[in-house]
């Protein structure tokens, strides 16, 4: 219990120090950068459309900092991160509710395939420690971990869409279709993602792998693993039933960790293929100096990855004694 | 009593120098004794000669003027041809090592010395000031970094070098603090150490001369760990055009390469060349980092042992 209410205070504090940073950053900068983008839109947008900006980065206001401080993280807990720029007058909520889906989709299935495919072949490879997928994966992935992400995608689309042509390299989906549930359109969809899928996997696994491989090799020199084996067990039950239970769970709380480093991949990944997620919406709100949008993507995905780590805190401690004791 | 430790100091301090070069000596070997780290420490040297030395490898002294012939495929005279805008590609890789080894290297340093810093003095220190100092670890630990670096570099109006440098630090230095930390918490109760409290030793000459070298593989792990970190985390940032658009670095020919789509209009070794370089450096630190990995935890050593009858 004790552990579960640390990490919620975690969660709280972490969130707060993001939103703050968030705050302050553009009052901070030098030639103050948002005072700069509101004349780039002056004329462009309505005027009370730029009062509620000028009000939001803290400029022609007379209220104390405290209090734009207070009001600010009242309209981010109501959702309310005033209009994008680029997309005007669409809310910025709005426009993070057609990027969403799409990172979703392709990370988290990417993600939860990772977890599945690299945890079981760490898994093999520590369990036949010294065979060969023990000797040649570790080395291979140690050297794929160490790829950019989005260089790894320049080659796939180099090969599949630009060489052989069988791929498409940007977007996602073929724009020609109407998005529908149509066959065609599902089809398009698929096709659009396996590139970028397959990038995000080629890197990720390989984390996944390693924890594993070494979790599992670890614990095979536990006293409970010759116990089984003492015991007369079979092969298959202590591999399973014994080894892999206790070393998945370690793993998942690495996932907490590899989250950064797949979210900083996918960014990268969407970038790369125009892919129309939450991290192309970032960049593409950073190139056109959309600062609300970019501020409201930059806490959209903070909270995304402190959620997506609180519910693996919590899962350890229903799955994990040790970590109940540990407190 | 102060006759005694007096008297004792000089033992001690013999002792632990010599302790520290064993500790030097003992990664030596076990660097020279792998082959993984053996090839890594060979790639990053021919990057050091080439980040130090670049005419060596090129007769371009000026690699971002646009002196040639746009688009030109490998041939006499351009090894991998020349770009869009009319530079040749070898000499701008070669001269862009320099900038990604800096980062590298300077990031690295910065961001171990601060997570021995916080980890080892969580550690030591017990109580409030490791609750606090953990928690604030934790906390840099989980906020993505990345969204955060690109909103910042964003403000900053395309980061020069320091300012990347300074962000990639702030970033990343919280996930060794926590390896220190555990580390040193293991150590706290060990003999050696409490015999250097009995002795009468401040705590600056205990953590400096005996903690410090018990963990050097782990702190050598965390700096190649960071390097790594470094070397993709700025091609990234400068791949996405938040690094200064005129600096000659491997992230930067990546961003004008694919702003010129190099991939479509037949120019691959653009984009191939960089990036190869980015790997290649990266697993230089991997390669290095997973050979300390096994130092420091005899667990993950090979062993070769029979296979057992199923």
Redesign the interface.
């Known amino acids: 219990m004790r552990y579960v209410l640390r990490r919620l205070v975690?969660f709280v504090?972490?969130l707060w120090?993001?939103l703050t940073?968030?705050f302050f950053?553009?009052r901070l900068?030098p030639?103050n950068?948002a005072e700069a983008m509101m004349a780039r839109f002056r004329g462009r947008v309505n005027p009370a459309a730029l009062k509620a900006l000028e009000a939001a980065f803290g400029i022609n206001t007379q209220k104390p900092l405290l209090q734009q401080y207070i009001e600010y993280l009242g309209n981010t807990f109501t959702g309310n991160f005033g209009s994008s720029l680029t997309f005007f007058p669409q809310p910025v909520s709005q426009v993070l509710a057609t990027a969403l889906p799409w990172t979703i989709g392709l990370v988290g299935v990417t993600t939860v395939v990772a977890f599945l495919v690299g945890t079981l072949i760490g898994l093999v490879a520590g369990w036949?420690?010294?065979?060969v997928l023990d000797?040649v994966l570790?080395?291979v992935f140690?050297?794929t971990?160490?790829?950019?992400?989005?260089?790894v995608g320049?080659?796939l689309?180099?090969l599949f869409s630009?060489t052989m042509n069988v791929l498409p390299n940007a977007g996602a989906y073929d724009v020609t279709l109407a998005p529908d549930f149509s066959a065609d359109f599902i089809g398009s969809v698929l096709s659009h993602a396996i590139l970028p899928a397959v990038t995000i996997l080629i890197i990720s696994v390989g984390g996944w792998i390693l924890t594993m491989r070494?979790n599992v090799?670890?614990i095979l020199?536990d006293d409970y693993i010759r116990m089984a084996r003492a015991k007369g067990l079979s092969?298959r039950r202590i591999m399973y039933g014994y080894a892999a239970r206790n070393a998945v769970l370690p793993n998942l709380a690495g996932f907490?960790?590899s989250?950064?480093f797949v979210?900083?991949g996918a960014?990268?990944v969407e970038?790369?293929f125009n892919y129309p997620g939450v991290g192309y919406m970032?960049?593409q709100a950073?190139?056109n100096?959309d600062?609300p949008l970019?501020?409201a993507?930059?806490v959209m995905?903070?909270i995304t990855?402190?959620v997506a780590?609180l519910i693996c805190d919590f899962l350890t401690v229903m799955l994990d004694p040790r970590a109940r004791t540990e407190g | 009593m102060v006759s005694i430790t007096a008297g004792s100091m000089k033992p001690p301090a013999l002792k632990a120098r010599r302790r520290r070069g064993g500790g030097a000596l003992a990664v030596w070997n076990a660097v020279r004794r792998s082959g993984?780290a053996l090839l890594g420490a060979a790639l990053l040297l021919v990057f050091l000669v080439a980040a130090v030395f670049p005419q060596l490898f090129t007769s371009v002294a000026h690699p971002a003027e646009r002196a040639y012939d746009l688009s030109l495929p490998p041939g006499p005279g351009h090894p991998l041809g020349t770009t869009a805008f009319g530079q040749d590609i070898w000499a701008e890789l070669v001269w862009g090592t320099r900038e990604t080894l800096i980062v590298a290297v300077a990031t690295g340093l910065a961001a171990t010395v601060l997570s021995v810093l916080i980890g080892v003095a969580a550690a030591y220190l017990g109580g409030v000031a490791d609750e606090a100092l953990s928690?604030l670890t934790?906390?840099f630990?989980?906020?993505?970094?990345?969204?955060?670096i690109?909103?910042?570099a964003?403000?900053?109006?395309g980061g020069n070098l320091a300012v990347i440098i300074a962000v990639l630090v702030v970033t990343g230095w919280s996930?060794g603090a926590r390896q220190l930390r555990a580390q040193a918490l293991s150590l706290r109760r060990r003999d050696f150490l409490e015999s250097a409290r009995v002795r009468g030793e401040n705590w600056i000459y205990i953590v400096v001369f005996e903690m410090l070298p018990t963990m050097i593989s782990l702190i050598a792990a965390n700096f190649l760990g960071t390097a790594?970190y470094a070397v993709?985390?700025a091609?990234?940032l400068q791949?996405?055009?938040?690094g200064s658009p005129n600096s000659v670095s491997w992230g930067t020919m990546?961003h004008w390469a694919?702003s010129a789509e190099a991939?479509?209009t037949g120019q691959?070794w653009w984009?191939?060349a960089p990036?190869l370089c980015?790997?290649l450096l990266?697993?230089a630190?991997?390669?290095l980092?997973?050979a300390f990995d096994e130092i420091s935890?005899p667990?993950?050593r090979?062993?070769?042992?029979p296979?057992k009858a199923?």
């Open positions: 975690l504090i972490t120090v993001a940073i968030n950053i553009p900068m030639g950068p036949r420690r010294g065979g000797s570790p080395p140690v050297i971990g160490a790829l950019p992400f989005f260089w320049l080659l689309v180099l630009v070494n090799v670890t020199a092969n907490a960790m989250l950064g979210v900083s960014i990268l970038y790369t970032l960049l950073v190139n100096q600062y970019m501020q993507m930059f995905i903070t990855v402190l780590i | 993984k928690l934790d906390v630990l989980v906020i993505p970094a990345f969204p955060l690109i909103v910042i964003a403000y900053a109006n996930y790594l993709l985390t091609a990234g791949f996405v055009g938040l990546l694919q991939l479509q691959a984009i191939i990036g980015i790997a990266g697993a630190f991997a390669l980092n997973y935890n667990a993950l090979r062993v070769r042992r296979r199923s």
